[in-house]
């Protein structure tokens, strides 16, 4: 047993599980888990999907910014975080954290979770999500909510948008195509050797267009100008009607 300077005498075993404690609040707060998981992950990454990100040099090489996508498959968020030239964090839901292994896995790799039943549990959230901008790190964020079910894209919530006009991060549209095919709304497995491309448009800087302030109708066009964009990217027919949102993962 170890010594300690209190008179306390410690196992090895619990050095070992104050060390792993302190190495859990490091990943849940910095990520620092980060390329761990996606060295990790990266044979089955490659080998079950054949990816293809266009234009990945638009996402800006340093700073904030706010990547926002369409949302086909619960694979895009899987994709986005490692596929392109910049760690993404993501807003998750907590239930993935319930299990210890997912929670070391998504937290660790950067995910902000958020319980969409408690509404009070969003502005802690959001919080946080303004806390990764200000440290320079990139947030991903899904504007229409949830997973689309019916193939269609969806009128995206104001929520990035109102990021962008209160921290001046760039927003970074992006198309995702494919991901559907490697893992459709149900399926349990991921269908190997699938195509799926990642679509990378130009930033957009709100403080640019001539918006200095989050209001109601700042937060509406800025909105519906990123969702024209990424409309532009993906295959996706657009219709101007929130998708539903389910209880299943996303």
């Known amino acids: 047993m170890i010594e300690c300077a209190q008179g306390d005498r410690w196992t090895v075993f619990d050095v070992v599980r104050q060390v792993a404690v302190q190495a859990e609040r ?9 390329e761990f998981v996606r060295v990790l992950t990266a044979p089955a990454r490659r080998l079950l999907v054949r990816l293809r990100v266009e234009h990945a040099d638009r996402l800006p090489e340093e700073g ?17 975080m490692f596929a392109l030239p910049r760690p993404v964090a993501f807003l998750g839901k907590a239930e993935y ?26 502005p802690r959230a959001f919080d946080e999500v303004a806390e990764v901008l200000r440290r320079g790190e990139v947030i991903g964020v899904f504007p229409e909510g949830t997973r689309s079910r019916d193939g269609l894209l969806h009128r995206g919530h104001v929520g990035a948008a109102h990021l962008a006009l209160t921290t001046g991060a760039p ?31 130009e930033p957009i800087r709100v403080s640019t267009r001539g918006y200095t302030k989050s209001t109601n109708r700042s937060r509406r066009e800025v909105t519906d100008l990123f969702m024209a964009e990424i409309r532009r990217l993906c295959s996706q027919r657009y219709v101007d009607d929130y998708a539903v949102t389910s209880m299943e993962p996303t």
């Open 171 to 201: 927003l970074v549209p992006v198309g995702i195509n494919g991901t559907d095919r490697v893992l459709p709304t149900g399926a349990r497995l991921v269908r190997p050797f699938r195509h799926a491309t990642i679509a990378v448009g």
């Open 26 to 34: 490091d990943w849940r707060a910095h990520g620092t888990a980060y």
């Open 64 to 80: 904030p910014a706010i990547v926002v996508a369409n949302h086909v498959s619960f694979f895009d968020s899987v994709l986005l």
């Open 97 to 122: 954290t319930d299990n210890p292994i997912t929670n070391w896995l998504f937290c660790g790799a950067g995910m902000i979770p958020v319980r969409r039943e408690s509404p009070g549990d969003l």
